[in-house]
C-alpha cells in the first residue's frame, strides 16, 4: 500500500560544497541516497519535498557538514494479504518468481489453483491449465502476498494466486493496463535493472 | 501428512509421563504445553561450610512444549510411562511442511523459517535444504519435495524417449574470447582471417571482472555444425547449460547459440548460482538420481562425482593460445593431452612451460594459503580468482595473443616465400609480390561434434534398449543408470590394449589417479608403468619424450610407439583408431661424422617401412641419438648425450632452409623443439664424449674460438688503459683479460683435456650443468690458474646473498692460496665486492675439485639421468649467463669510473687485498 509518510534523515554535505545554494544540493544529495531504498519493511519510491533543513554542523575531524532533514515521501509497503500485480521472472518446477517494483516475489506451485500445471516441454516452460491461463516469463498476473521477509535493504515476499481474480490478468484490460503502468513507474524510481524495465514497457504497449 | 514428534535430547532421561494435556484430534500450536513430565534428580544439601552435607533426591516436574504447528492425531505414549530416552511421543498432522522455501520464507504457508524457537530442536529452515532450481540458490526444497519433482521428470523423459544432457560451454560448444583483435578482423576483408571470424557473434557484458573488461566484447565461436548438432541432440535429449562462466556471460551465450530459447529454454546454470568454485555437480540440478543424465565437458576433472556419465570431449581451439576464458575458476589443468593436437607451435610452447610453472606456483599458493579442501564459497577465494581472471582478461586485451600469432606467421610466409624464390631461380627476382596467399592463424577444421553426435545416439539407443527390454512395470526405481551404460559402451573401446605412457605426466604422479591415466582405463585400456613384454602400446608425447621406455619399446617391435593423438583421437572417436598414421620409429642412430651420419639416416628410413618420407635437411646427427621417426617422415632426434654448451654462436639451425617447408600450417610440429637446439654444441659435446679429434670437429671448434675472441676483443677494448694503470685496483682490466685467455682456455680445454681425461670429459660435461664449481676446480686442475670469469659471475648470481658463507669461504681462501691467489688480488677493487668473495670462494672450489674428481669418473645410468634432467636447467643457465655478461660490462664501466675519478683526484685507492 502507498502512503505520504514524514520522514527525517541526516544528510552530511563535503566541504567543496559549502556555498549558496547549499540547500539545494542537500536536497539533490536527499533524493539520490534514499529514493529507490528500502528502509526496513516499506520502500521509498519517490520523496515529494523536504522541509526544515536545519542549520549544517560542522562533524569533527572530518569537516563534513551534517544536515538534519524532514521530507515528505512516497513509501510503498507491501502488506500480508495484499494483492498487487506482478510481471513473472522466471518459471521452474517448483513455481515462478514474479516481479512487483522492487519486490520479488515466489509464487510456489502448491498455491496455485489445481488445474493450473507445470508444463515443462513448452518452450519456455510455463505453467498453465491446457486452456486460456499461461503464465510464462513476461506475463503479468495478480497475486496476493500471504509472506514478508524483510533484511537490511532487502525484502521478499511469497504470494498465492489460488483465489478469485488472482492469477493471469488477460492483456487489453484498462485496468491491468493502468496497474502496470504503476508498475512501470515503481520500477523506473526504484532502480531495478534496466532489462526488466524494458520488458515490463514491451508489456505495457502490448496491452 | 501425519509427521512422528520426538521429545529431543535436552530433556533430563530418564523421566516419567505425569499428565497428557491434549487429547487426539485437538490443533496444538508451537510453544504450547503439551504434557507434564517429572523426573529425579539428585541435590547436595546442608551445611557446605561445616562439611556437613548429604545428597538428596528431588522430584522435579515440568512441562514439554509442541515444537510445531498442526493437529494431534494421537499419543505414541501413556501416562504414567517411564520414558527412559528420546523417543517419538505423538503423531502430529502439520499445518505445512514447509517443503519449498524461499529466502527464508516458506514458500507454501508463508510463514518466516528463520525464527529461532526454544521449544524446537532443528530450525525450520533446514527442512528445506536442497537447491535444485537453476537460475536460483535462494530457492530450496526438502528432500521429499526434490524426489518427487525428479520423479516427475524422469517419468516425462521416459514418456517423451529423452534424456537430460548438461552441456559445458567453454570449449566444449563455443570458444569466447576478448582479443580486439578478432573484431578488428571481422571489419577488414583483406585480412586472411577474414573468412574464419566472419559468423562470429558478440557481445558486452557490464559484469566483468574490471573495468576494462567490462568494456570489451566477448567473441563467441561455435564450434562447426553446432547449430545441427544441438537441433538433432535436442531430439534425444533435455539440454541443459553448466558453465562456471558469470550467469550474465552464461545467458549471453546461451543467446548465441540458441536464440529462440528453444534447446536451453532457461535450464542454465552459471558460475553464481553453482555454490562451489571449483567443481561443478550433476546433484545440484539432480539431487536424487543421476540415472537418466548424461554430461559433455571438455574437463574430467571438474566432475569428480560424475565421472560415469561424463563423456569428455577435446577442447575446441579455435581462438589459439587463449583457452578457457573462464578457467580461473576451475581447478588448473591437467590433462594437457588433445590441447597440443590442434595448437600450433607458439601456444604450444607457451603451455608446455606454463602449466608446470604455474602449477607448482598454484599447488604451493594453495597449500600454504586457503587451500584446495576448503571447498566452500570462501570470499577472498572468490576475490581471489576474479582478480586472477581481471588479469588474464587485461593481458589478453593488451597483449592480443592472436595478433602476434598472426604476426609471426606472417613473417614465417614471408621468409618460406624468400627462401623459395631464391632456391628456385638462385637469383635475386624477388619482384615484390605480397604473398598471394597469406596463412591464417584461425581455422575452423573441427569435427568433434561429429563423433560426439554418434555418442550421444548411441547412448541413447542402447538406454532406451535396456529400458525397453526390461519390461518390468516401468517403475521408477528401476530406470537403467545412463552411468553405467556409458561406461559399458566406452570399456570396449581400447580393451584388450596396454598401454604405457612416456613423457605425458610430471614425473612423480600417480598415473592411476591422474585425469589421463583415468581416462585410459575407463575406455578399457590397461594402464601400465613400465614398458614389459604384453605392453602393446606407448604413447609418447613426440616433444618430450621419455628416453629409457623408448629404448625399452624400442627392443620389443610388437610394441607400437603412437603419438598422443593416437589416443586423442581413440577416445574423441571411441574406437581403436588405426595407428599407422599415428605411429612413430624408433631408430638407435649410431655415431659418426655429419655427412656420414646423414647418409645412415636415410638409409634408415628407406628400410622402416612405416616411413613416408626421408626427413629433410636437419639430420646432422653425431651421437648415438634416438630417432624418432614419425608418421609424417619428421623426425626428432632424442639424443642420448644431449647437453649442449652454454656458446650461442651456432645460429646456423635457425635457417629457414633446414627446417621442413611442407609444415601444414596450424599444425604443430613434433620438431619444434628442435629450432632452438644448439647444434653446434651437440657436435662438441660429441666430440668430447667421443675423445677424437676428429677433422670436422676440430674446425667447428676452430669456428668457435674465432667467434670467442671476437668477444674478448671487444671487452679487452673496454679496458685498455687499465693495465697500464693501478695494478692491484684494476680488477677488470685483469678479469678482463682473465676472461679472454679463459675464454679461450675453456674452449681449448675440450681438445686439450679430452685425451688426458679420457671418458672423463663425459662426466664433466654433465656436471658443467649441474654444478659450475667444480668445473671451475677442474680448470685449474687442468688448466693452469686461468678462471672463467663469466662463469664466476654467474655463479655470483646465485649466491651473492650468502655473505656468511662468503665470509667463511674469505677464511678459507686465505689458507687455500694456490691458483686463485692472483686472480684474487687482481680482482680487489672498488667496483662490487663480490667479485673477489667469489674468487676466495671459487679457489676453496678447487682445493675441493680435485678430490671429487676421481669419484665420478665412471659413466653410469643415474648420472646420464642428471644430465637429462639438466637439459631443462639449459635455458635457465643461457638466461642467467647473459645477465652475467651484462653485468660484466658494467662492473667495467664502474671500475672505469672510479679509476677515472681516482686519477683525477690524484689520491689513492685503498684496495684492500
Avoid at chain 1, 152 to 163: D, H, K, L, R, T
Avoid at chain 2, 488 to 508: E, F, T
Avoid at chain 2, 664 to 684: R, V
Wanted: glycine share 8%.
Amino acid at each position: 500500500m502507498f502512503f505520504l509518510h514524514n520522514l527525517e534523515r541526516r544528510v552530511t554535505l563535503h566541504p567543496s560544497y559549502f556555498g549558496r545554494n547549499m540547500h539545494e544540493l542537500v536536497t539533490t544529495k536527499l533524493v539520490k541516497d534514499v529514493e529507490g531504498t528500502c528502509a526496513g519493511d516499506y520502500y521509498i519510491i519517490a520523496i515529494m519535498d523536504t522541509f526544515d533543513v536545519s542549520e549544517g554542523r560542522i562533524l569533527p575531524g572530518s569537516g563534513l557538514a551534517e544536515f538534519t532533514v524532514g521530507y515528505r515521501a512516497v513509501v510503498w509497503r507491501p502488506f500480508k494479504g495484499e494483492v498487487i500485480d506482478a510481471i513473472t521472472q522466471t518459471v521452474n518446477p517448483h513455481g515462478f518468481f514474479a516481479q512487483a517494483g522492487p519486490l520479488r516475489l515466489f509464487v510456489s506451485s502448491h498455491l496455485m489453483p489445481d488445474e493450473i500445471q507445470y508444463d515443462a516441454s513448452a518452450t519456455p516452460a510455463q505453467f498453465t491449465n491446457n486452456a486460456d491461463i499461461v503464465i510464462e516469463q513476461g506475463t503479468h498476473v495478480r497475486v496476493k502476498i500471504i509472506g514478508l521477509r524483510t533484511e537490511v535493504g532487502e525484502m521478499w515476499a511469497i504470494g498465492s494466486i489460488n483465489g478469485d481474480f488472482l492469477g493471469y490478468v488477460a492483456p487489453n484490460h484498462a485496468l491491468s493496463r493502468a496497474a502496470l503502468l504503476i508498475m512501470l513507474l515503481l520500477q523506473l524510481s526504484a532502480g531495478v535493472g534496466s532489462r526488466q524495465i524494458a520488458m515490463a514497457l514491451q508489456l505495457w504497449a502490448k496491452t | 501428512m501425519a509427521k512422528i514428534i520426538r521429545l529431543g535430547n535436552r530433556l533430563r532421561y530418564p523421566i516419567t509421563v505425569v499428565k497428557l494435556r491434549k487429547a487426539p484430534g485437538e490443533k496444538i500450536k508451537k510453544q504450547e504445553t503439551l504434557l507434564e513430565y517429572s523426573f529425579k534428580w539428585t541435590r547436595e544439601v546442608g551445611d557446605s561450610i561445616r562439611g556437613d552435607t548429604w545428597d538428596e533426591e528431588q522430584t522435579t516436574s515440568v512441562t514439554w512444549d509442541s515444537p510445531t504447528d498442526g493437529e494431534l492425531t494421537r499419543w505414541l505414549i501413556r501416562e504414567g510411562e517411564l520414558i527412559v530416552a528420546d523417543r517419538g511421543v505423538m503423531e502430529v498432522k502439520e499445518e505445512c511442511s514447509h517443503e519449498i522455501q524461499f529466502q527464508g520464507l516458506c514458500a507454501m504457508c508463508g510463514k518466516d523459517m528463520t525464527e529461532v524457537n526454544w521449544a524446537a530442536e532443528t530450525r525450520d529452515t533446514a527442512r528445506a535444504p536442497i537447491s535444485m532450481v537453476h537460475d536460483q540458490t535462494n530457492l530450496t526444497v526438502s528432500a521429499v519435495h526434490a524426489q518427487r519433482t525428479e520423479q516427475e521428470l524422469q517419468s516425462r523423459l521416459l514418456q517423451n524417449r529423452k534424456l537430460s544432457l548438461v552441456v559445458d560451454l567453454d570449449q566444449t560448444i563455443i570458444q569466447a574470447c576478448i582479443d580486439p583483435t578478432v573484431g578488428e578482423w571481422q571489419k577488414d576483408p583483406t585480412n586472411p582471417n577474414h573468412e574464419s571470424v566472419k559468423g562470429i557473434k558478440s557481445f558486452q557484458l557490464d559484469d566483468g571482472p574490471t573495468d576494462l573488461a567490462r568494456r570489451c566484447s566477448y567473441y563467441i565461436k561455435t564450434r562447426p555444425g553446432l547449430q545441427d548438432f544441438l537441433q538433432r541432440i535436442s531430439e534425444m535429449y533435455e539440454l541443459h547449460v553448466y558453465t562456471m562462466g558469470t550467469r550474465a556471460y552464461a545467458q549471453n551465450v546461451a543467446r548465441v547459440v540458441d536464440p529462440d530459447k528453444k534447446l536451453f529454454g532457461n535450464r542454465v546454470i552459471s558460475r553464481d548460482e553453482n555454490g562451489n568454485m571449483f567443481s561443478k555437480s550433476l546433484q545440484r540440478l539432480f539431487p536424487v538420481s543421476t540415472h537418466m543424465v548424461a554430461i559433455i565437458d571438455d574437463r574430467s576433472d571438474v566432475w569428480p562425482r560424475n565421472r560415469p556419465n561424463l563423456i569428455k570431449v577435446s577442447p575446441y581451439e579455435f581462438f589459439k593460445g587463449i583457452g578457457d576464458i573462464n578457467s580461473s575458476f576451475l581447478p588448473k589443468r591437467q590433462d594437457l593431452l588433445t590441447s597440443d593436437a590442434t595448437t600450433n607451435g607458439v601456444s604450444q610452447k607457451g603451455r608446455k612451460k606454463q602449466p608446470a610453472a604455474k602449477n607448482n606456483k598454484e599447488e604451493v599458493a594453495a597449500a600454504g594459503g586457503d587451500g584446495m579442501a576448503n571447498m566452500g564459497d570462501d570470499p577472498t577465494l572468490t576475490k581471489r580468482q576474479v582478480e586472477e581472471q581481471g588479469r588474464a582478461f587485461e593481458k589478453q586485451i593488451n597483449d592480443r595473443p592472436l595478433q602476434l600469432l598472426q604476426e609471426k606467421l606472417d613473417r614465417e610466409d614471408e621468409e618460406a616465400e624468400k627462401a623459395t624464390v631464391q632456391s628456385e631461380d638462385g637469383s635475386e627476382s624477388r619482384s615484390s609480390s605480397p604473398p598471394s596467399q597469406r596463412h591464417h592463424v584461425l581455422q575452423d577444421d573441427d569435427d568433434e561434434l561429429k563423433y560426439l553426435e554418434e555418442h550421444l545416439t548411441a547412448l541413447h539407443t542402447s538406454y532406451y534398449a535396456e529400458y525397453d527390454s526390461n519390461q518390468a512395470p516401468h517403475n521408477l526405481s528401476s530406470v537403467p543408470d545412463a552411468g553405467r551404460i556409458l561406461d559399458g559402451l566406452k570399456s570396449h573401446v581400447l580393451q584388450g590394449c596396454r598401454i604405457v605412457l612416456s613423457g605425458m605426466l610430471p614425473r612423480d604422479t600417480n598415473i592411476y589417479r591422474s585425469e589421463l591415466g583415468l581416462q585410459i582405463m575407463s575406455f578399457g585400456a590397461e594402464l601400465r608403468q613400465k614398458v614389459t613384454r604384453d605392453v602393446t602400446h606407448l604413447v609418447i608425447n613426440a616433444s618430450q619424450p621419455g628416453r629409457e621406455k623408448l629404448l625399452e619399446a624400442r627392443r620389443r617391435p610388437h610394441i607400437k610407439i603412437v603419438s598422443q593423438e593416437w589416443l586423442a583421437a581413440s577416445f574423441s572417436q571411441w574406437a581403436a583408431v588405426d595407428e599407422v598414421p599415428y605411429l612413430y620409429t624408433a631408430r638407435l642412430v649410431g655415431e659418426g661424422d655429419p655427412n656420414q651420419k646423414a647418409a645412415v639416416s636415410d638409409d634408415e628410413v628407406d628400410e622402416t617401412t612405416t616411413v613416408a618420407k626421408a626427413p629433410n635437411g636437419n639430420n646432422k646427427f653425431n651421437g648415438p641419438k634416438l630417432k624418432l621417426v614419425s608418421p609424417s617422415g619428421r623426425s626428432h632426434t632424442l639424443s642420448l648425450s644431449e647437453l649442449p654448451d652454454d656458446s650461442e654462436n651456432d645460429q646456423d639451425d635457425a635457417e629457414p632452409g633446414l627446417l621442413p617447408d611442407d609444415l601444414p600450417d596450424g599444425q604443430s610440429s613434433p620438431i619444434d623443439g628442435l629450432k632452438t637446439f644448439n647444434w653446434g654444441s651437440a657436435d662438441e659435446e660429441l666430440a668430447e664424449f667421443l675423445a677424437s679429434g676428429s677433422s670436422s670437429d676440430e674446425e667447428e671448434q676452430g669456428d668457435d674460438d674465432d667467434d670467442d675472441d671476437d668477444d674478448d676483443e671487444d671487452q679487452d677494448y673496454v679496458v685498455p688503459d687499465d693495465d697500464g694503470g693501478q695494478g692491484a685496483s684494476s680488477s677488470s682490466s685483469s678479469s678482463g683479460d682473465a676472461r679472454g685467455r679463459a675464454a679461450r682456455r675453456s674452449r681449448s680445454r675440450s681438445k686439450t683435456a679430452s685425451p688426458s681425461l679420457g671418458g672423463g670429459g663425459r662426466k664433466r660435461k654433465s656436471r658443467d650443468d649441474d654444478d659450475d664449481e667444480d668445473d671451475d676446480g677442474d680448470d685449474v686442475e687442468v688448466g693452469g690458474n686461468g678462471n672463467t670469469p663469466a662463469k664466476k659471475l654467474r655463479r655470483t648470481e646465485s649466491q651473492r646473498a650468502s655473505s656468511l658463507r662468503n665470509q667463511f669461504v674469505v677464511d678459507a681462501g686465505g689458507g687455500g692460496g694456490g691458483g686463485g691467489e692472483d686472480v684474487e688480488m687482481g680482482s680487489s677493487l672498488p667496483t662490487p665486492g663480490r667479485s673477489d668473495e667469489q674468487d676466495l670462494e671459487g679457489a676453496e672450489k678447487r682445493q675441493n675439485g680435485g678430490g671429487e674428481d676421481d669419484d665420478e669418473m665412471d659413466f653410469d645410468a643415474a648420472e646420464l639421468e642428471a644430465e637429462f634432467e639438466a637439459e631443462f636447467e639449459l635455458e635457465f643457465d643461457k638466461a642467467a649467463e647473459a645477465e652475467a655478461k651484462a653485468e660484466a660490462a658494467q662492473a667495467e664501466a664502474e671500475a672505469d669510473q672510479a679509476l677515472l675519478k681516482e686519477q683525477l683526484e690524484g689520491g689513492q685507492h685503498t684496495g684492500t687485498g
